[in-house]
């Protein structure tokens, strides 16, 4: 760094060994991030020798995107730059993510329009067109929410959200695009068959047994997502037998055939969201892979057989 006798440089020399223009070093002299040293007789910026370091700091912090209230912190915290500057790269790099996967979506959500019948564009284009790039699955929380009982506690309701609402995929086909898109309008509008969506056999245990239900049903699912992907047929086992522990645990009562009887029944009376597990199927499974299985099909699996099981027993 080109300095005088007094140690000291200009603006002008500042700016040439920094690469940058005058304005630049102005500009951040101005904000107080580029501390001037002194003023001359004449009024003119001198800068110390620790400011092209400095600068160049400055530079890098920004080349990387991070906001100039950031780059303040990063240069005021001395003892705990490090752990500052690795907390503002973090937020960065949240930031980048997100900017990626709207970018990814609106790519895919664009493939999709030009890749449809011309006829059908203009349906899909407002179909895709009410999703936000990335989506948000807020619609689908509040469907579940109006859903599920209302005194629910707040941890058994999150835990059932998590297994209920699709994350939309980070680098999305066109394909899942449209199926999640199906699916934000499929909670935003009155559903044929959905006027009165909680089963009889989830509302008869109250808010309370519908945490200790929901819980059982989630382990469940999850032990039959096994032999779905298997492709193997409904049959009884631990999967099953952890489905109905879900309902007698509700109940407060005691496993036993004639419960299975009355619970397949109900069951299989019950009214249906089929089209809404059928999107969430086709949103997490990736193009040209087997149907990933969701809470709907292991739910339609264990109840086939739980099915076969009762009549087996009747025969």
């Not at 997502?225 to 309902?247: I, K, N, S, T």
Request: include cysteine.
């Amino acid at each position: 760094m080109v300095t005088s006798r007094d140690g000291l440089c200009g603006i002008g020399e500042l700016a040439e060994q920094a690469g940058v223009t005058v304005k630049t070093v102005r500009f951040y002299s101005d904000r107080g991030l580029l501390p001037e040293a002194l003023r001359s007789a004449g009024g003119h910026r001198r800068y110390g020798p620790q400011a092209l370091g400095r600068l160049r700091l400055i530079r890098s912090l920004r080349a990387l995107g991070l906001p100039l209230p950031e780059v303040r912190r990063v240069l005021d915290e001395e003892d705990g730059a490090d752990d500052v500057l690795e907390e503002a790269v973090a937020g960065q790099l949240r930031e980048v993510g997100s900017e990626l996967r709207a970018l990814r979506w609106r790519e895919a959500a664009l493939r999709l329009v030009r890749e449809c019948p011309p006829g059908e564009r203009a349906d899909r284009l407002r179909l895709v067109g009410a999703v936000a790039a990335p989506p948000s699955t807020e619609p689908l929380v509040r469907f579940w929410r109006g859903w599920l009982p209302p005194r629910m506690p707040a941890r058994a309701a999150s835990a059932f959200l998590e297994v209920a609402v699709p994350r939309p995929p980070d680098d999305p086909a066109p394909q899942q695009v449209l199926a999640f898109a199906r699916l934000n309008a499929l909670t935003l509008a009155p559903c044929p068959g959905t006027a009165r969506p909680q089963p009889d056999a989830h509302r008869a245990t109250g808010a309370r047994g519908a945490a200790v239900l929901y819980t059982g049903l989630a382990e469940a699912y999850e032990l039959a997502g096994g032999p779905l992907r298997r492709g193997a047929d409904p049959h009884g086992g631990e999967a099953l037998d952890c489905f109905v522990d879900a309902y007698t645990g509700a109940y407060g009562v005691r496993d036993s055939p004639d419960f299975r009887r009355v619970l397949a029944r109900r069951l299989a009376a019950d009214p249906r969201i089929d089209r809404y597990w059928e999107l969430v199927a086709e949103v997490v499974t990736a193009p040209g892979s087997p149907p990933e299985p969701t809470p709907g099909t292991a739910h339609d699996w264990l109840l086939a057989a739980l099915e076969a099981q009762t009549a087996a027993g009747a025969a």
